[in-house]
């Protein structure tokens, strides 16, 4: 049961920014990518920034993790823990396809 709470928070994370793009008239394409966090790869989704406008960007890249951590507090302490976790360690692990980057 512990692992499946492990695996909440990306897929909450994914579906946020889904849905924000959705409510934009955008639909994001997923496509599985390894990112690094020095010699250990880390599994991730990526997704192609929609044609919107910059406001637009910076909303759908952040509801990633605003979707993401809204739960902690809701969440058994396995979900809280890896959300984050990935909160943390995100910056140094993401690359070129970091969220981080959309909300400049």
Known sequence: MVMLWALAPPI???LGHY???LAFGSRLH???SWGKLGPVKIPRWTWAWPDVTPERLRIICQAGFVA????????PWPYAVVALAHFALY??????????RGMI
């Open 12 to 14: 909450v994370h994914e």
């Open 19 to 21: 849905v924000a793009a």
């Open 30 to 32: 997923f496509e599985f």
């Open 68 to 75: 993401e951590l809204a739960l902690v507090p809701v969440l």
């Open 91 to 100: 910056p140094w692990y993401a690359g070129d396809h970091s969220d981080f």
